[in-house]
Each structure stands twice: as structure tokens, then as C-alpha cells.
């Protein structure tokens, strides 16, 4: 399932794949993504992607973190130099006292 969160962001949903699955995926995105160029008045405008990937499951168990985790990779990506892909760390559950 792919929706659009708002202005350029979007968010693809792959059911049962693993992170090197999801990243093989948004590489093709990315890469396709790239090779449509845009000319306008004789220049070509080039655009590139920057994913952010996040896993469900563990300590992520509802969609609105699931979104907040991909979007933290995602901004590692953009503060990295953009036109990558970023795996989102697993987050570390704290033990209560």
C-alpha cells in the first residue's frame, strides 16, 4: 500500500518483507525515480529520493510509531546527503525500575 502523508512525503507499506527487502525496493523506487527527468526550457531537472525504512514489530507495535520511526530514518537520510536509504535503528525498550 502506498499513501501520500502530505507535500513530498510518502509511505509504502510492505507487509511480511525484512529491512534488506524493503531497502532492494526503495532502491528501485529511487533509482526509476531518477532515471525520469524532466526537461524544461532545455534543461533537465534532476530529482533524487531519500527513504526512510522502519520495521514493525518489537518495541514498534502501532502504526503512528511505525510512521514516527521511519520518519526519524527518513531525516537521517536528508542530514546524510539525501538520494539514500536509511534503516531505522531498533528502538531500545527501557526497563522500568
Do not use: Q, W
Not at 525515480?33 to 526537461?39: C, L, N, P, V
Not at 503512528?64 to 535503528?89: H, M, P, V
Amino acid at each position: 500500500m502506498c499513501v501520500r502523508l502530505g507535500g513530498e512525503e510518502f509511505a509504502v507499506l510492505l507487509p511480511g518483507l525484512g529491512a534488506e527487502e524493503a531497502r532492494a525496493i526503495g532502491e528501485g523506487i529511487a533509482r526509476r525515480f531518477a532515471e525520469t527527468a524532466i526537461r524544461s526550457d532545455g534543461l533537465a531537472i534532476a530529482a533524487t529520493v531519500s527513504v526512510g525504512l522502519a520495521a514493525a514489530g518489537g518495541a514498534v507495535d502501532d502504526l503512528k510509531e511505525l510512521l514516527a520511526t521511519a520518519d526519524r530514518a527518513l531525516y537521517k537520510a536528508k542530514l546524510l546527503g539525501r538520494n539514500r536509504i536509511e534503516i531505522a535503528e531498533p528502538m531500545k525498550v527501557t526497563e522500568a525500575a
